[in-house]
């Protein structure tokens, strides 16, 4: 008799959260949109469409929410929940999203910059002068960040697990911090605007550039949204590409405007804003480059399963595609 | 001729119940060696204080106890202590290792094997043969007092030292405990300094009862008691010196 | 625990199991939110047979058992100074007071500036846990301790050491064990959010490390498969190995506190 309570409880529990499901399903239909991004230079075109309000003028009625989320992690787990329609990420994480089964897609590249593996000791010139006790700080596994790492391994010992058990994750601030008091780690693998401030100190200096990893260039940060987002709200979906285009091309044309107005956002002069986002690496479009190079070395060393037949599987606007 | 044990001049503050403050002032005892001897008295007389100064627990204030002539410091193997408590006995040993415990501590019979062998001797006195393995919390209360006798006994101490030991049984334990006591004692001669509230008890046990003054914190009364034993209750000698008793305290 | 008590536990564990392989089979929700029994099964197997599990298991439980080890030794030490100093023992419970309530995640910013994020950090926030459930229950312990043993031992002329080791440590067990069982859990708890914010720092890191690696990479069954573990230890140490420590202790000896 207690069993069979009990049992029923569950089962009653199991339904409840059923229905909670459900509405939030129903939320979503509602004329509403999430969308998530992280903190860095590589988002800077989403800081311009939310303070120039670009995608407000195009869209009456619609409650638009940005979230600045600390990881990809955290992006991935609020798309499969529900809770937002549009993140942006690295293609790494997004391959291994993909690969896991969740049906979403790239809508567009966003940004190219420069990556790199910055480190104290003036003893080590490259990879190879790592020692075992010498800890590598990034964000985490499965990140840009480790990918490059492994694909630079890879090249250079035919192992790219081979740095896997010195890794320590760290987000980009601590990690900065964490090498310039030059304790505990001895490298920092990070991306903009870290990396210029660390390249900026006189004992730092890179022994790897994301370029060398992959071997050539790359999109650092895409859009990327779910079936049920693209498919239910086309003309939203179209909406938003169209914004973030005017975004990309207000920063490339009005370099010293976007300065200015990002300068506050990421805590920068304005002076220091434009050096960054015009350095030559840093590059605003929305071309997707190296998917396939991500792709095949995820592959091959077993991070994902993964393969394409047509490249229209990952990508949903294929224009922006660059082999 | 000389007494076996002195106890000179006294002093000794203590505190009862409620925090009140007492002494002991001034007090004279004499003991003779294989003497059974009970002190009686009102509770918060100091019987307990007296006996703890005896065993070396505490330390008098003025004054000294002599044994033998030589006055004693702190507690030693030759004064052992029963206790009126259940938990006497430690509950994580077995009632064979409580008594080997007692011979451990002082460190007799060379081997463990010789240990176990006296302690069951001891214990077969007390009639606990059956219980060796036994935890203290298995067994009954009288059961536990009997396995506290033997542990105290097994090391041959001079002079056994014994507060109320029996005062939380039921009558009829008491009553098997006090001749189980009495059977013990012939044999093993020590002199018993033994602290009870219970007058019929001091009557049936010993051959020297003190009664002791809860006013002045000296003794009362030493009364003799010649009485032959077994001493039985209903005997007139035996109502007398009860009501004698009865009156000083 | 008593054998119809594990067949018990056994059978409603099989009956989740069943209401959760039904669920996922409904296809009602992604199993990218509930991914299926056997793939957390087959996902549990693939990190044992591969040996890094087995590794991170073995790294975690080093880690609590040493953190354990020193916490103990610490604790016997202050407990026994302030059964000497009063002046003592007042500071070690204002120590207390503040200290015990502090969760040690609540510590981590100021330990990762003190000693980084590596292997030491995890260890000080074990011994922060551990620690002070300890000293109290030994505290405690030792104060409860019937006067009557003492007298004991004096009247048996030991020294206050054999005092200490043959009648108060054993006197103190049942507190001591209580203390080590809070301990434990506050401790298993501390290491498993520590490992999953610091990261592997320490070659292939613990378990804690196994389930933020398998969320970064997106493995949910691989997460499940790590929170299997990590309960399946927690019932053996909390359900077997305190038990029967219970058992042949301080049940056999009748003094439960």
């Keep these: 008799m207690k069993k069979s309570i009990t049992i029923l409880l569950i089962i009653l529990s199991i339904a409840f959260l059923y229905m909670m499901y459900i509405n939030q399903k129903a939320d979503l239909k509602a004329q509403k949109i999430s969308i998530a991004e992280q903190y860095g230079l590589g988002y800077a075109p989403l800081q311009i469409m939310k303070e120039k309000a670009i995608l407000e003028k195009k869209l009456d009625n619609v409650e638009i929410n940005w979230q600045k989320l600390g990881n990809t992690t955290a992006i991935r787990e609020a798309i499969i929940a529900g809770n937002l329609d549009i993140g942006f990420v690295a293609i790494p994480p997004f391959l291994i999203g993909k690969d896991k089964g969740m049906n979403w897609k790239i809508m567009s590249g966003i940004s190219q910059s420069p990556l790199g593996l910055i480190t104290y000791k003036d003893s080590v010139k490259s990879l190879e002068d790592l020692q075992i006790s010498d800890k590598i700080a990034l964000p985490q596994p499965g990140s840009i960040q480790h990918i490059l790492l492994a694909m630079a391994s890879q090249k250079m010992f035919q192992d790219a697990q081979k740095f896997d058990n010195r890794l320590v994750t760290m987000k980009h601030p601590d990690g900065m911090n964490a090498l310039l008091t030059g304790r505990e780690i001895t490298a920092h693998f990070t991306s903009p605007p870290y990396i210029f401030k660390e390249l900026a100190q006189e004992n730092l200096h890179q022994i790897l550039s994301g370029e060398e990893a992959l071997g050539g260039q790359f999109t650092f940060i895409v859009g990327v949204c779910s079936k049920d987002f693209y498919g239910k709200n086309l003309q939203l979906y179209q909406i938003f590409l169209e914004s973030l285009k005017e975004a990309i091309n207000y920063i490339n044309e009005n370099p010293r405007d976007s300065a200015t107005i990002l300068a506050e956002s990421y805590n920068l002069t304005d002076k220091k804003t434009y050096e960054y986002i015009t350095h030559p690496d840093m590059k605003y479009s929305q071309e997707i480059k190296g998917l396939d190079e991500f792709l095949i070395f995820m592959n091959e060393n077993n991070y994902i399963s993964l393969y394409y037949d047509d490249i229209g599987e990952l990508i949903w606007e294929v224009d922006f595609y660059e082999k | ?249 | 625990m008593k054998n119809n008590k594990i067949i018990e536990r056994i059978i409603w564990i099989l009956l989740l199991a069943i209401v959760w392989e039904l669920v996922v089979l409904t296809g009602r929700f992604s199993t990218l939110i509930l991914p299926s029994l056997r793939s957390i099964l087959h996902s549990l197997y693939l990190s044992i047979s591969r040996g890094d599990l087995l590794a991170q298991i073995y790294f975690s439980m080093s880690i609590i058992i040493q953190g354990i080890i020193i916490s103990l030794i610490i604790a016997m030490v202050l407990v026994f100074l302030s059964l000497f100093s009063k002046v003592f023992t007042s500071l070690l419970e204002t120590i207390i007071a503040i200290a015990h309530p502090l969760p040690g995640i609540a510590l981590l910013p100021l330990v990762i500036l003190w000693m980084g994020a590596g292997r030491k950090a995890i260890l000080f926030i074990i011994i922060h846990s551990v620690l002070w459930p300890l000293v109290l229950n030994l505290k405690t312990g030792f104060q409860s301790i019937p006067e009557v043993y003492k007298l004991i031992g004096k009247n048996y002329e030991l020294n206050k050491l054999q005092i200490m080791i043959k009648i108060l440590t054993p006197a103190s067990f049942p507190y001591f064990l209580a203390g080590m069982k809070i301990g434990w859990a506050r401790a298993w708890r501390a290491l498993i959010s520590a490992e999953m914010l610091f990261g592997a720092a320490n070659s292939i890191g613990g378990l804690g490390w196994f389930i933020f690696e398998k969320r970064s990479f997106f493995d949910l069954p691989g997460v499940f498969a790590g929170i299997i573990v990590i309960v399946i230890i927690g019932i053996l140490i909390e359900d077997f190995v305190f038990q029967s420590i219970e058992n042949h202790t301080i049940k056999k000896w009748g003094m439960s506190t």
């Design chain 2, 1 to 249: 001729m000389s007494s076996y044990l002195e106890v000179k001049n006294i002093k000794k503050s203590y505190k009862v119940k409620d925090d009140h403050l007492k002494v002991i002032n001034g007090l004279e005892l004499k003991i003779n060696r294989n003497e059974f001897v009970t002190i009686i008295g009102a509770s918060g007389c100091g019987k307990s204080t007296l006996l703890k100064l005896i065993a070396g627990f505490i330390e008098p204030e003025e004054g000294q106890i002599d044994i033998n002539n030589n006055k004693i410091k702190g507690a030693s193997f030759e004064r052992i202590m029963v206790f009126q408590e259940f938990d006497q006995l430690f509950p994580w040993r077995t009632i064979l290792e409580n008594v080997c415990f007692a011979l451990k501590a002082k460190d007799l019979f060379g081997s463990k094997q010789k240990r176990k062998e006296v302690a069951k001797k001891y214990l077969k006195e007390v009639h606990l043969n059956n219980y060796l393995d036994y935890y203290p919390h298995q067994l009954s209360g009288g059961m536990k007092q009997r396995a506290a006798l033997a542990r105290s006994l097994v090391t041959k101490p001079s002079i056994l030292l014994m507060d109320e030991p029996f005062g939380s049984l039921d009558s009829q334990t008491r009553q098997e405990l006090q001749n189980l006591l009495l059977e013990i004692w012939y044999k093993e001669k020590n002199t018993v300094v033994f602290v009870t509230h219970d007058i019929k008890e001091a009557v049936i046990l010993s051959d020297k009862i003190i009664v002791m003054d809860d006013q002045k914190g000296q003794i009362k009364e030493i009364i003799p008691n010649n009485l032959t034993r077994p001493r039985r209750p209903y005997e007139n000698d035996f109502i007398e010196l009860f009501q004698k008793l009865n009156q000083l305290i």
